[in-house]
């Protein structure tokens, strides 16, 4: 039976590989890679750069695809995502029933862990659902985005016995629980922690974390959330793409 591999591969840095992932990497005979669209060109680098790196002695094959991209014309936006997603479910299955043999493994690499905001897991079991190939699949966990800005900031991400919420920009500009105390902002273009003017938190903010290009920046958000904004404007346009993760940390009276 096929068998396919979704592998966390961690955020950024080649060695947040892990030992499993690596074994996993070892068992694959064909990649697929999705292109996302020239800004993003690096992240396929890193794939390959990391399939160099710890596969020995095993030949491979790689597969490109362009993923289809959201279909902007449909207003709502869980009808968008669903009809995207719909779209990646025959694209994935065609690939996989094309190019991976009755006995072969493949393997989709997810950039960080494959739990967090990403849709291949979701994508996957649509795919198994249909029943149209037989596969079985395996999961390898990654290091998140979250776990490499609290390792580089050196912070533990929860208050003692508190809870995190973990959330994106577009949620965190229409409202916060009044009981949160710490938060993650993930897929965030619109520097929205600019609409927290009222609220007293400390902000950990990285870019292109794990990188070469890694931008670190932390502070009181009243006094940050301007350099913030425009250090992210200029790395955008340098780079033509900006992926950023921060933690909101609400401050104590009298700190
Ligand atoms: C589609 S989500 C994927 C998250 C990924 N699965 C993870 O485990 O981190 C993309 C978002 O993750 C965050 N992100 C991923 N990699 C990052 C990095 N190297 N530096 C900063 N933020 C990153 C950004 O908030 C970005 O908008």
């Not at 596969?55 to 669903?82: H, K, N």
Request: proline share 3%.
């Amino acid at each position: 039976m096929r068998k396919l591999y979704i592998i966390g591969i961690g955020a950024g840095n080649p060695e947040y590989v892990t030992v499993q992932a690596i074994k996993a990497l070892n068992a694959v005979n064909v990649f697929f890679f999705l292109n996302k669209g020239e800004d993003k060109a690096d992240l396929l680098l890193l794939r390959k750069e990391i399939c160099e790196r710890y596969i020995e002695g095993q030949s491979y094959r790689i597969v490109e695809a362009t993923d289809p991209i959201r279909d902007l014309s449909i207003a709502d936006y869980t009808a968008r995502v669903e009809r995207w997603h719909h779209e990646r479910v025959l694209l994935y299955e065609a690939l996989m029933e094309r190019e991976l043999g009755d006995e072969e493994s493949g393997a989709f690499l997810v950039w960080g862990d494959p739990s967090l905001y990403d849709s291949t897991l979701r994508i996957i079991d649509q795919i198994a659902a249909r029943g149209k190939i037989p596969f079985d699949y395996e999961v390898i966990p990654g290091i998140t985005s979250i776990q490499a800005l609290a390792a580089r900031h050196r912070i533990p991400i929860n208050g003692i016995g508190d809870s995190v919420l973990i959330t994106t920009g577009r949620q965190l500009s229409a409202s916060i629980p009044d009981n949160i105390e710490k938060l993650v902002v993930m897929l965030d273009g619109q520097c929205s922690f600019k609409t927290l003017p009222d609220q007293d938190y400390d902000i950990f903010w990285g870019a292109y974390l794990g990188m070469d290009d890694e931008v670190l920046l932390s502070g009181r958000l009243s006094e940050t959330a301007n350099t913030i904004e425009t250090v992210r404007n200029e790395l955008r346009n340098r780079h033509g793409w900006v992926m950023d993760t921060y933690v909101l940390s609400k401050r104590s009276e009298g700190k």
